[in-house]
């Protein structure tokens, strides 16, 4: 149980059922954040993480939304929006060298239970980009 540890949208319209209005308040809570980085737990006010965490535990308690893991209608390349995951947290922070955590996708297959945080790394000095990839179970 307990909150998930990251929210996402897909750069298209969702193909589940009921989510887009159902999401859409939750949606508007999420700032843009510099490079297109997600917004994470550490890089936004308290009370607005606190806002946007009570709007994702609120919506996944929604009848329509139990089973979403195994669901075909979730498999696709998703833009993660906001994280309180560690793995994004810990790049949001802040690199070196003017790097900077930049748009991150999952993409998710619901048939193998796989997802990938696929994060980009931006450069303010345009030196390099580069991409880090984080593999996991979806089940979990």
Do not use: C, H
Request: no cysteine; aromatic share 8%.
């Amino acid at each position: 149980g307990g909150t998930a540890s990251a929210w996402a949208v897909a750069p298209a319209t969702p193909r589940v059922d009921g989510a887009v209005s159902a999401s859409s308040p939750l949606l508007a809570l999420i700032p843009r954040m510099e490079f297109g980085a997600p917004a994470t737990n550490v890089t936004i006010p308290t009370d607005l993480v606190r806002a946007i965490e009570a709007g994702a535990a609120s919506l996944e308690l929604r009848s329509d939304m139990f089973g979403l893991a195994s669901s075909p209608k979730l498999s696709g390349s998703w833009r993660l929006l906001y994280s309180n995951g560690a793995e994004i947290v810990q790049l949001a922070k802040g690199l070196p060298l003017g790097f900077s955590l930049g748009p991150t996708y999952q993409p998710l297959d619901t048939a193998t239970g796989r997802f990938e945080n696929r994060g980009n790394l931006m450069n303010r000095f345009n030196f390099a980009k580069l991409q880090t990839n984080v593999v996991g179970d979806v089940k979990v």
